[in-house]
């Protein structure tokens, strides 16, 4: 709130966190195998979109992202599939 009022905002501003985010951070690390059926489809027979397409084989991305989003994109994978 101190940030708030210095930045020229009244005294009595009411400020609150959203409740219903998930960070954007976070959500681009699970994309991957979130987007073919994951968690419902871990474990079950080679036909499902999550055994067939994940891990993928190519991916294009910008060489400012590359190791903050890939690397999240990696580490999750291999903790949660």
Known sequence: KEKAIEAGHSAD????????????????????FAT??????????????????????????GYDILFFWVARMVMLGIELT
């Open 36 to 61: 073919v059926g994951w968690p419902q489809d871990e474990g079950k027979d080679a036909s499902t979109d999550l055994a067939r397409f994940y891990p993928g084989t190519c991916l294009e991305t």
């Open 13 to 32: 501003i009411v400020l609150r966190q959203e409740d219903d985010v998930l960070d954007t951070w976070f959500s681009s690390g699970l994309w991957p």
